[in-house]
């Protein structure tokens, strides 16, 4: 199938996401049974969701069954890829990866190790390149080491895991550093040219947004800068190491670290007072742009695949609120719409 069809289909695919009107619907259901049975007569979920029973279902099932449906949903666009789809659908498989391993040391760093299992979304295990029963057996962090043996994680995650007093900080740097590294090592293996370009600066707005949300977070809220910038992926597309140092040297460090996400964003406006909002505004936009003006299958199944992600955050978070009874004017300022 030539590209462009590729393209075309991805971009029929997101034509059937929920619309803003469909959110404002959702939010005022007053109960996460009301709303999957919404979901029941929208395309995209229709199929997935029909043999659910709403009137029984739990928070963490519908949640679920959300992302499995977005897991599903894109996995099968991927099959209509000319090129290496394994290459293609990798990048999706890979951030699924790390989260679970970073979510993996968490939990076993605090103990809570039935957490992870209870979060874990089975239908990725095929997928993945460590044996997440394994690394959900694991009693500490030298044991998550072995549990990882023969991955790209290990020789870099191995001293970080085996330090006596372990920074679960820089192991989550590490990982995402694992990850940028593996996608660009993939680009360069199967693009050329513009396109290339296009994917990486793809990552590399990423890493610029998590590298200011972490500090964002740490600085909020426990104040202090001795360690912050040691914690960054040394990756960029518009964020510098020195622009966050100016930031913290601030008066305001806070504020300053939030101007900066207008700055990383050309200018981009502020879309809401909560940074990470602001920021995932910004992206979902940008994202909907390159799916809808590129012509190469893997940035618009990458585009794709981040839209997804998207959905799927807005959904669970939706479903979290109906859970707690908040206001539907209190969800809202939550979605990326």
Sequence with gaps: MANNAVTAKARAVYGKFLKKDDYISLIHKGSIAAAIAFLKTKPLYAD????????????????????????????????????????????????????????AIIAVSSGNQED??????EYISEHLAFDPIRLAASKNLPEVSAAIK??????????????????????????????????????????????????????LRKTDADNLLMCYRLKSTFG???????LLIPYHKRLRTRDIKEAL????????????????????????????????????KYFRHRLAVSTNETESLYALM????????????????????????????????
Aim: hydrophobic share 40%; charged share 30%.
């Design 48 to 103: 997935d969701f029909a043999d659910v029973a709403e009137s029984s279902i739990r928070r963490k099932q519908a949640e679920e069954l959300i992302h499995k449906n977005a897991f599903d949903n894109y996995m099968r666009v991927c099959r209509f890829a000319s090129g290496d789809k394994t290459g293609i659908m990798s990048f999706h498989i890979k951030q699924l990866e790390c989260e679970q391993l970073t979510k």
């Design 116 to 121: 992870f299992v209870m979060s874990y979304p």
């Design 150 to 203: 023969g991955t790209m994680y290990r020789k870099a995650l191995d001293p970080l895991l085996n330090d006596p007093k372990p920074d679960i900080n820089r192991i989550v740097t590490m990982i995402n550093v694992c990850y940028i590294k593996w996608a660009f090592e993939q680009i360069e293996r199967t693009e050329r040219g513009a396109a290339a370009e296009q994917l990486k600066e793809f990552f």
């Design 224 to 230: 202090d800068n001795s360690s912050i910038t040691e």
């Design 249 to 284: 040297k601030m008066q305001d460090p806070v504020s300053a670290l939030r101007d900066l996400f207008v700055k990383i964003r050309a200018a981009t406006p502020a879309y809401s007072d909560i940074p990470e909002i602001s920021v995932n505004m910004a992206d979902h």
């Design 306 to 337: 981040m839209l997804f992600r998207t959905e799927s955050m807005n959904l669970c978070r939706i479903i979290e609120g109906l859970r707690y009874g908040l206001p539907p004017e209190e969800i809202e300022k939550y979605l990326i719409i």
